[in-house]
Nanobody
Framework: VPLQAYGGGLVQPGGSLRLSCVVSGFTLDQYAIGWFRQAPGKEREGVAC????????YYADSVKGRYTISRDDAKNTVYLQMNSLKPEDTAVYYCAADYRPPALRRSCYVFPAGNYGHWGQGTLVTVSS
């Protein structure tokens, strides 16, 4: 499985959680890795992404200042550190890979989500007291 996401769980409002996405089978510096989420009855939302080539990042406004995306080259893993969690952050979170042409490898975006050709299984995050 090329992308495996894990680390979800139940957390109280205001709490923190760290998700991990283990990536395999890719020449990683050709890709951006993104995190997306989908809450029940809502459309999928792009949350954050990181360009593996240079480590540049992008965040959706809804999580900016609370979430941090990072990568560990040695472990082929992308992390999503989520702080100050709110009940509206409750969703299934997915990681996905977007092949970036050479001229675009210094940047990443979470839209359009259709650019992400490889998806992992989701991990459920529930923020509730």
């Amino acid at each position: 499985v090329p992308l495996q996401a894990y680390g979800g769980g139940l957390v109280q409002p205001g709490g923190s959680l760290r998700l991990s996405c283990v990536v395999s089978g890719f020449t990683l510096d050709q890709y951006a890795i993104g995190w997306f989420r989908q809450a029940p009855g809502k459309e999928r939302e792009g949350v954050a992404c990181i360009s593996w080539y240079v480590g540049s990042t992008y965040y959706a406004d809804s999580v900016k200042g609370r979430y941090t995306i990072s990568r560990d080259d040695a472990k082929n893993t992308v992390y999503l550190q989520m702080n100050s969690l709110k009940p509206e952050d409750t969703a299934v979170y997915y990681c996905a890979a977007d092949y970036r042409p050479p001229a675009l490898r210094r940047s990443c975006y979470v839209f359009p989500a259709g650019n992400y050709g490889h998806w992992g299984q989701g991990t459920l995050v529930t923020v509730s007291s």
